[in-house]
């Protein structure tokens, strides 16, 4: 969609966009990982994130289901937003002197991914089923619960081990 | 802090940098809501937005109060991520040609935030507890408590109103 034109004119061009800004979204962070995964030095930390990024495959392939089921064009539109969290978390890490320091600061900006796709899958579940769409709804909720999980179990790496290693 | 030192060495100096991270973050939001406050139709909407301008105000103070307790300087630094998001809530909003389609798109916006604002508060919380710093995590945690509270009102202003409206 054009930056001056005003191409979103339904609540279903408002759902396709969304799904297209979460589906180039997940291309960044698969391509984001592989360096967080060299990056991490908690061995539980490193393989929870090469678990995440073959999961994140897997959701890859659920919002392509989700593009075929609404009958749209499987593509991607830029998203400013993951750009700059993603931007961050390499900026941040870039900065870090500390093996376990480094780490705590890799949780921070894992969850900070997690909770973009949180917010943005909670929205799209909410507009399919407005849209009548539960079938695509139930693709985006797998999607949705697994970011949950994987914010859950960060948050619990970081406050078994992890934060009280960096301090 | 530059982008090619490597100026985080411990855990305080990342809790610092996080900090200012959300410093620059909230007072960037001061300046976006004025116009998604003009943008929205919806007048529970609006005033949502402008009760949430206000009490924006006095989070700020609230991170000044901590980085006084801590007796660091009050200072931001970049936050990509921020303005990623608000970035994307403009570029988006620009694009819609429908007013109930642009409210539900006003919220999905200011959902991005306020999940980003979540997940850095919690972050900021557990790091400043492991720090032994009680009294910045209290205060921190009324303005986690106050963005949950700000979500869980705007996802409901959706369903039960904003996104029939739209759709």
Redesign the interface.
Known sequence: ???????????D??FV??LR?IYYAENQIVKALPEMIDKATDQALKEGFERHLQETHVQVERLEEVFKLHGVDVKGVN???????L??AD??S?????DQ?LD??L??SA??V???E???Y??LI??AK??GRNDCAALLEKNLQEEMKTDKAL?SM??TRV??A??
């Not at 969609?1 to 609540?11: E, H, L, N, P, Q």
């Not at 998203?79 to 969290?85: K, L, M, S």
Request: charged content about 20%.
């Open positions: 969609m054009g930056f001056f034109s005003k191409d979103i004119k339904t609540m061009d408002l966009h969304t800004d998203c400013p937003a993951i750009d700059g969290i931007e961050e900026e941040v870039g900065e870090v002197d500390n320091v705590a600061a949780i921070a969850q900070a997690e909770h973009y949180i917010t943005r909670g929205t909410a507009w407005q849209l948050t970081a406050q934060n009280a960096a301090a």
